[in-house]
């Protein structure tokens, strides 16, 4: 079965413009969440959905950040406008359940704003 | 609030060597706690987990951890390392309430194999 697939695998752009990352969660999972792992900060949870609908979005940093998911089997996070202190790798995750299940992690975003 | 403490940052081990890995968790109630491990560029892979039961789980590739209530650790373990064991290991804690499926992550121990 494919894993959580992820792209871009990895994107330089400048200050300033819109970074889009894309996530297909494993099929069949009702949860899909999305995680930023820095040096500094180690990995955050950013925001989680149940069933396609956002519920818990307090670990977005900013409200140049933004992530939708119109169906199961596709999300978006995106950064507008881009700073360099975005540069991170953001990691989307899908569970089939709630309480414990375990979290299947994609290979990653390795974004870098310059 | 869930937190995680993984007290070691980097550790140097020779191959062939017995290997433990700390993690101390603070959670209110009866915790889920997990290892992942990370090779450079990855993602993470779950090595294992303890939901409840026996307190000493199996995982892949040869590790366990013992989950220590009055200790409030979750400490991973190997008899013997194998090179192909240097990577990044997290461990993590979540809960069982609506809200547990958003896992608390450690900084992380990065594991060194020498030869």
């Known amino acids: 079965d494919a894993g959580v697939i992820q792209s871009p695998r990895h994107e330089v752009t400048e200050m300033g413009q819109e970074v889009t990352l894309r996530c297909k969660p494993i099929?069949?999972?009702?949860?899909l969440f999305w995680y930023r792992q820095t040096m500094m900060r180690g990995l955050e949870l950013l925001i989680y959905?149940?069933?396609?609908?956002?519920?818990?979005d307090s670990g977005m940093p900013e409200d140049r950040f933004s992530a939708k998911m119109p169906n199961a089997s596709f999300s978006t996070l995106k950064i507008q406008p881009s700073e360099p202190r975005d540069s991170a790798v953001y990691f989307c995750?899908?569970?089939?359940?709630?309480?414990?299940?375990?979290?299947?992690f994609g290979e990653g975003s390795w974004l870098t704003v310059v | 609030a869930q937190s995680v403490t993984q007290p070691d940052i980097h550790i140097t081990v020779s191959e062939g060597a017995s290997l433990e890995l700390r993690c101390n968790y603070s959670y209110g109630a009866t915790p889920y706690l997990f290892w992942y491990v990370q090779s450079p560029g990855q993602g993470l892979q779950l090595l294992l987990k303890?939901?409840?039961?026996?307190?000493l789980v199996q995982g892949i590739k040869g590790f366990e951890a013992e989950f220590k209530r009055s200790q409030s650790s979750f400490n991973l373990r190997k008899p013997s390392v194998h090179w192909s064991d240097a990577a990044e290991y997290f461990c993590a804690v979540g809960g069982h309430t609506g809200t547990a499926s958003k896992l608390t992550f450690g900084t992380g121990t990065r594991l060194q194999v020498t030869l």
């Open positions: 995750a899908s569970s089939p359940g709630s309480s414990g299940n375990t979290i299947y």
């Open positions: 099929s069949g999972h009702d949860y």
């Open positions: 959905f149940n069933n396609n609908v956002p519920i818990d």
């Open positions: 303890y939901f409840s039961g026996d307190t």
